[in-house]
């Protein structure tokens, strides 16, 4: 079965760190790129970062440039989320999503981020 399992995710205080993994398994990981999204409550999901395939290009949301650090391990089948300075306001459900140049998806089922004041 083709999925992508996130793990990673806590209770953090503010100013703290979680590094969030997303491993994949039954497709090939190389051919997809990874994007990280977070739901926080009563808000829509928002996309956070994403890692293109071979070439590895990042892309941010403003808000976390320069704080967050997408990567990932083609030998692994695994994306990184490292979140470095969380603020309250980024406690949400963190999901990863895979695509591949057809624009077909795979989700994760998220991992709980909670950031405490």
């Known amino acids: 079965e083709a999925q992508v399992v996130e793990s990673g995710g806590g209770l953090v205080q503010a100013g703290g760190s979680l590094r969030l993994s997303c491993v994949a398994s039954?497709?090939?990981?190389?051919?997809?790129?990874i994007c990280w999204f977070r739901k926080a409550p009563g808000k829509e999901r928002a996309g956070v970062s994403c890692i293109s395939t071979y070439d590895g290009k990042t892309s941010y949301t403003d808000s976390v440039k320069g704080r967050f650090t997408i990567s990932r391990d083609n030998s692994k089948s695994t994306a990184y989320l490292q979140m470095n300075s969380l603020e309250p306001e980024e406690t949400a459900v963190y999901y990863c999503k895979a695509r591949n140049f057809r624009g077909y998806d795979y989700w994760g089922q998220g991992t709980q981020v909670t950031v405490s004041s």
């Open positions: 039954g497709f090939t990981f190389n051919n997809y790129a």
